[in-house]
């Protein structure tokens, strides 16, 4: 056997803990001398303290015990009653086993009993069988005469008949039978056919009802709830499903309510797609959609149970029937103002307070959370459309007004002049209003139409003034066919240069933001192009009558002193007056571009090797020539009002210098100056000039030539070319006879 200390190792090392925590309680009391009076006290406590734990665990022990001995008494107890019971089943077991053959009757007993409770409920509902055809003729009656509710209750008792008929073969696995139960109540599918039929047609025509007399559509209503809630339950059981269940009339309600609403205005066989015939249509859906919506929200609302949300169902079927509207007329070829109408009124009247914003409908309706009437790629193509058949417009205006101008032009008068007499059109007010007009009327839709219409308006004028040039050049050419057709060519020619300046001027308040008024590089190009040809053709006129003279130049009878050049300054300022009724900047550039004109057909002339100087006094008289010629017509640009500094005519003065230099071995010198002053000059040139002078050696001749080609010249940038335009006439080839030496 094991001693108590292995049995009880946490007692042994209890015991220990305590002596030692005694211990050490002890060392410390009775450290000081002092405290040892007190030991007696100290062993009377202790003393009475262990008295007391040990009373306390000897109850606890007492307690322990007598719980222990109750439980085993309890034990023995229940442990007997098992006994009994056991004995008690098994004496009932084989009570059973002997009467087991007493059982086979009662089965046939509750057969019976089975058999005579179905045989009780038939006899029970035998009365409404046998009166089912004529409840069916009642209920035709009633339906004939719209007592509808009263048809509907019958109908429904005649359904849920047919229907716990049918749930009862059904649970016994009579599935046979069923089709003879259904041929029995086979007048109710008739019934119920007719009753919907009437239903639809109330719902059909609810809009008119509930504001003449909304009863027939409640009590429609109140049908399609009880049908509802009849759906509801079955679909809950989901043990038996009658046919024609579920009925589903509230969707049908539905699907009827915006088939109504779609038949009644957007269903029209073809809407005319012209821009008046339009517009009567789309007022008509505006007025007749706010009038029926205000109908469905003072009166529909009221009728229908609020979870039906009628209100915004009838506002989404109008939504979404009007989108599909939009979308068809769409399709159609559409003409300018038809296109407008659609944006307009797809973008702005619909939203606005005369339309789905109206205040008898806010807040009750609200058309944001649906969307769109027109999508965003759907307006872009509308957008595109309009902005091709608004160019197509533009396009015949502008060919009529170009025409119109042109048509003017051969009118036995003058063209009207301004307040500061300059001549001038009605041509660039009418583009410009057209184009204004066509791009304000487009910022009533959206900023990218507005935008896209101004793009091509500057396309559009871009064009018109290339059709704008090819007609000044047509008109040129019949002109120089018979120059007294027409009569004011000039004229006309100085009010289109009027015309174009008021066009530059005026093209950039087409712009829709007046911060970024700029004006495109090439319409810009366009304009300048315009007014160099009326430029061009003015100065060819001026050509024309200046010819004649020029072809006098050089020759004997001009040395001698003629009127020649006093005749150019007549011709020059008859067409100076005439460019005076041309504004400033155009009138200056006419007044710069004729001035070099004249300056390039006196060197011209001079440079077509008619007249060679046969002596030194005729040199002479050439230079005088030159330089009264050139002082009077420098004289007369002057007082037209154009600077020395900007005429051309220096050249002559500079080139009678070559002419009067008196020693031929300088003009290498002098040829150097006039080169460097006139780089475009070439060798032809010089070479004739040489040649006018008539006293030019061969080698003096290599001379000048050869320093040229030492020193070629590069043109400035800012250079104003005027000897490049001139053509030297070829040398003529010596006429030989045969046989005969060539001289």
């Known amino acids: 056997a094991s001693s108590p200390d292995d049995e009880w190792p946490e007692a042994e090392k209890a015991e220990k803990l305590a002596r030692g925590a005694a211990l050490k309680w002890a060392s410390g009391v009775f450290y000081c001398p002092e405290k040892l009076e007190g030991l007696g006290q100290y062993r009377s406590r202790e003393t009475q303290r262990n008295s007391s734990i040990q009373s306390r665990l000897k109850s606890t022990v007492q307690s322990y015990l007598e719980g222990v001995s109750a439980g085993l008494e309890q034990l023995r107890s229940a442990a007997q009653e098992v006994q009994s019971v056991c004995q008690d089943l098994g004496a009932a077991r084989w009570a059973l086993l002997d009467s087991a053959d007493r059982f086979q ?25 046998f009166s089912v055809h004529e409840v069916f003729s009642h209920t035709l009656q009633l339906l004939r005469g719209q007592h509808l509710l009263e048809a509907h209750a019958e109908l429904m008792m005649m359904e849920h008949l047919r229907d716990d008929i049918l749930s009862q073969l059904h649970l016994r696995g009579l599935s046979s039978a069923q089709a ?18 009437q239903l639809w047609d109330i719902v059909g025509s609810s809009l008119q009802l509930v504001r003449e007399d909304p009863v027939l559509f409640v009590t429609a209503v109140r049908i399609i709830e009880r049908e509802e809630k009849i759906d509801d ?27 109504t609403i779609t038949g009644a205005h957007f269903r029209a066989a073809r809407v005319d797609a012209e821009g008046p015939g339009l517009a009567r249509h789309l007022a008509a859906l505006q007025k007749d959609i706010v009038s029926e919506l205000r109908v469905v929200k003072d009166l529909m609302v ?21 989108t599909s509207h939009l ?18 009124w797809a973008l702005h009247v619909y939203h606005s307070p005369e339309m789905m914003g109206h205040p008898d409908l806010l807040p009750e309706v609200d058309v944001s959370a649906l969307g769109p009437l027109m999508s965003p790629e759907l307006v872009e193509l509308t957008e595109r459309k309009y902005v091709v058949k608004v160019k197509a417009s533009v396009l015949v205006w502008m060919q009529r007004t170009l025409e119109v101008e042109f048509k003017e032009w051969f009118r036995e008068e003058e063209p009207e002049t301004d307040h500061q007499g300059f001549f001038q059109s009605a041509l660039p007010v009418i583009v410009m209003q057209m184009l204004n007009e066509n791009i304000q009327v487009a910022s009533l839709i959206t900023d990218s139409l507005q935008q896209k219409v101004y793009n091509m308006a500057l396309e559009e004028l871009e064009a018109f003034l290339g059709r704008l040039r090819e007609a000044l050049v047509q008109c040129g050419k019949e002109h120089q066919k018979d120059r007294t057709i027409p009569k004011y060519y000039v004229s006309y020619l100085l009010a289109m240069l009027n015309n174009n300046l008021a066009l530059s001027s ?109 002596s030194e006094e005729e040199r002479g008289q050439l230079c005088d020539r030159l330089l009264q010629d050139a002082t009077q017509l420098r004289e007369l640009f002057c007082g037209l009002g154009l600077d020395r500094s900007q005429q051309s005519l220096e050249a002559v003065f500079a080139l009678r210098e070559l002419i009067c230099l008196k020693d031929p071995a300088l003009l290498s010198l002098e040829v150097l100056g006039f080169i460097t002053k006139y780089p475009d000059v070439s060798d032809e040139h010089i070479s004739t000039l040489l040649d006018l002078r008539g006293d030019v050696s061969k080698e003096v001749r290599h001379m000048v030539l050869e320093m040229m080609a030492q020193h070629p010249q590069v043109l400035p940038e800012s250079y104003r070319p005027i000897f490049s335009t001139i053509l030297v006439p070829a040398p003529e080839l010596p006429f030989c006879l045969r046989k005969g030496k060539c001289a």
Not at 105 to 126: D, F, I, T
Not at 305 to 322: D, F, M
């Open 105 to 129: 009757g009662l089965q046939q007993m509750r057969a019976l009993m089975a058999e005579h409770v179905q045989l009780a409920s038939v006899v029970q509902v035998l009365p409404q069988l």
């Open 327 to 344: 979308q068809d007329i769409l399709r159609e070829d559409l003409d300018k103002q038809a296109l407008f109408l659609l944006l307009e």
């Open 506 to 614: 005026s093209v950039s308040s087409l712009h829709p933001n007046t911060a970024h008024r700029e004006v495109p590089t090439s319409l810009r190009a366009a304009l300048d192009r315009t007014q160099k040809k009326a430029c061009q053709l003015l100065l060819e006129e001026l050509l024309l009558d200046l010819q004649p003279l020029c072809l006098q130049l050089p020759s004997r009878k001009w040395l001698s002193g003629s009127q020649l050049v006093s005749s150019m300054c007549e011709v020059i300022d008859k067409y100076a007056k005439d460019f005076s009724r041309v504004k400033k900047p155009v009138f200056t550039l006419l007044l710069t571009e004729s001035e070099l004109l004249v300056a390039s057909q006196y060197l011209r002339a001079l440079m077509q090797k008619k007249m060679v100087c046969k």
């Open 180 to 197: 003879t139960v259904l041929s029995y109540f086979g007048g109710l599918q008739e019934l119920n056919e007719s009753l919907a039929k």
């Open 233 to 259: 339950t079955l679909l809950l059981e989901a043990t038996f499903l009658p046919p024609g269940r579920p009925k589903g009339w509230r969707q049908k309600f539905y699907h009827v309510l915006q088939e």
């Open 302 to 322: 009221q009728c229908v149970p609020a979870h039906y949300n009628i209100l915004s169902v009838c506002t989404a079927t109008y939504h979404q029937a009007l």
